[in-house]
C-alpha cells in the first residue's frame, strides 16, 4: 500500500544550524506515527517543515500522492495536512467558537463548517459548554481540546500533533491521549510529537526515535515500548 505520507532524505537548517539531517519515514492512512525524543532532537522542526512553515534545504515530501515538498503552507492545508502546533497557539481573546471556526478558514460549506463545529462538542463537551467564553479562559488541557478540534476543522487526511501533553496534569494528559485514541478509532490518521515516549508508544503503531537531528530507532510502537535502550533513555530506566 502507498503511504499516505512519505518523508525522504528530509533536510532543514536555520542558517548554519542543521536541525533535521536527513530523515526518513512514512505514515499510511489509518495509523498513528510518532516521533520521539529529547528537547533540541528537531521533531518541531519536522512538523513545521511538513507543513509548510519552513522550507527544507534538500529531500522529499509527498503527500497524498503529490509531493509538496517546499510548497506554502496554505496549500498544505488545502491538500489535506493540519497541523496542532507546540504550545497550541489558541486565540485567547477570541471566543471557542471563533477559535474553532478559524480551522476551517479555507472552507466554503457553511453548513459542512456548522456540523463540524457541533462534532466538536460532541466530542469535546466542555468546549461546547462554553463557546462563547473566551478561549484564554480554558485551563491547559481544555485549550489543548480546542487546539485539536480547530486542526480537525479543515477535514484533514492527516493530523499533525506537536507535544499534546505538554504542561498537563497526569489526569487531563491521559484524557488527550484517549482522545487521540478515538479520533484513531474514528479513522484519522495521525503523526504525533511527544516527549511524554511511553504514552506515545502505547498508542502509535509506528515509532522513530529522533536524537540530534537523526532517526536513530525505527519500530512498531510496542517493539519500542520493550526495546532496553528507549526504556534506559527515554523510560527512565536504570
Ligand atoms: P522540543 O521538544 O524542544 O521542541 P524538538 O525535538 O522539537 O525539541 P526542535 O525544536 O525542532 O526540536 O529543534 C531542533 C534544533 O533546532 C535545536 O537545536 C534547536 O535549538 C534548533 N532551533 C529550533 N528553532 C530554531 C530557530 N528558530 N532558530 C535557530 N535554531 C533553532
Redesign the pocket.
Known amino acids: 500500500m502507498t503511504a499516505l505520507l512519505e518523508v525522504k532524505d528530509l533536510k532543514v537548517a536555520?542558517?548554519k544550524?542543521e536541525?533535521?539531517k536527513g530523515i526518513s519515514f512514512s505514515v499510511h492512512a489509518g495509523e498513528i506515527v510518532t516521533l520521539i525524543?529529547?528537547?533540541?532532537?528537531?521533531?518541531?522542526?519536522?512538523?513545521?517543515t511538513l507543513s509548510g512553515l519552513l522550507k527544507p534545504v534538500s529531500g522529499s515530501v509527498v503527500f497524498d500522492g503529490e509531493e509538496i515538498t517546499g510548497v506554502g503552507a496554505h496549500k498544505v492545508v488545502a491538500k489535506g495536512l493540519a497541523h496542532s502546533p507546540?504550545g497550541r497557539r489558541i486565540f485567547p481573546n477570541l471566543t471557542i467558537e471563533e477559535n474553532l471556526k478559524l480551522g476551517a478558514f479555507l472552507r466554503k460549506d457553511a453548513d459542512g463548517i456548522e456540523r463540524d463545529i457541533e462534532s466538536s462538542y460532541e466530542r469535546f463537551p466542555i468546549l461546547g459548554e462554553r463557546r462563547r467564553q473566551a478561549a484564554g479562559t480554558l485551563s491547559g488541557g481544555e485549550q489543548q481540546m480546542l487546539a485539536m478540534g480547530r486542526a480537525l476543522m479543515s477535514q484533514p487526511k492527516l493530523l499533525m500533533l506537536?507535544?499534546p501533553s505538554m504542561g498537563l496534569s497526569p489526569i487531563m494528559m491521559q484524557k488527550i491521549m484517549e482522545t487521540i485514541a478515538e479520533l484513531k478509532a474514528q479513522g484519522t490518521t495521525i503523526l504525533l510529537?511527544e516527549?511524554n515516549a511511553q504514552a506515545a508508544l502505547s498508542l502509535a503503531d509506528q515509532g522513530h526515535v529522533?536524537e540530534?537531528?537523526k532517526v536513530v530507532l525505527s519500530g512498531t510502537g510496542a517493539d519500542l515500548l520493550h526495546d532496553e535502550s528507549v526504556r534506559k533513555a527515554y523510560l527512565g530506566e536504570d
Open positions: 536555520y542558517g544550524i536541525a533535521v525524543g529529547t528537547n533540541g532532537a528537531g521533531k518541531t522542526t519536522t512538523l513545521r507546540e506537536d507535544e510529537v516527549q529522533m540530534i537531528g
